[in-house]
């Protein structure tokens, strides 16, 4: 009923800039929070960034600096731009979103956290 759809990922060297989109879908009332995690190799998932639907942002005090958190309510859509990438930004890139959704056969609004399927980002040395 909802889904979430990464876009952006690729190939970069270090230095370089790349931006990630997460466009949410469904039936949805309305999103909270929504952020990104990344998974890197042989790594436990963690977390990028998050922000609030007023705006309010946090970032892992290895991006801060770097990268930008954004989102366009009316679209659903949350954005991370990534500057001045490291080797060690090299993961797959998950966009999360907390959110609350109608779910027409029980006739109900549930409060639900929704993962996209990812994005890879590769930066080379």
């Known amino acids: 009923q909802v889904q979430l759809v990464e876009s952006g990922g690729g190939l970069v060297q270090a230095g370089g800039s790349l931006r990630l989109s997460c466009a949410a879908s469904?039936?949805?009332?309305?999103?909270?929070?929504m952020g990104w995690y990344r998974e890197g190799p042989g790594k436990q998932r963690e977390l990028v960034a998050t922000?609030?639907?007023?705006?309010?942002?946090n970032y892992a005090d290895s991006v801060k600096g770097r990268f930008t958190i954004s989102r366009d309510n009316a679209k659903n859509t949350v954005y991370l731009q990534m500057n001045s990438l490291k080797p060690e930004d090299t993961a797959v890139y998950y966009c999360n979103a907390d959110l609350k959704v109608w779910y027409s056969a029980t006739w109900e609004a549930r409060e639900v956290s929704s993962w996209g399927l990812g994005t890879r980002v590769t930066v080379s040395s």
């Open positions: 469904g039936s949805i009332l309305s999103i909270s929070a």
């Open positions: 922000i609030l639907t007023g705006g309010s942002t």
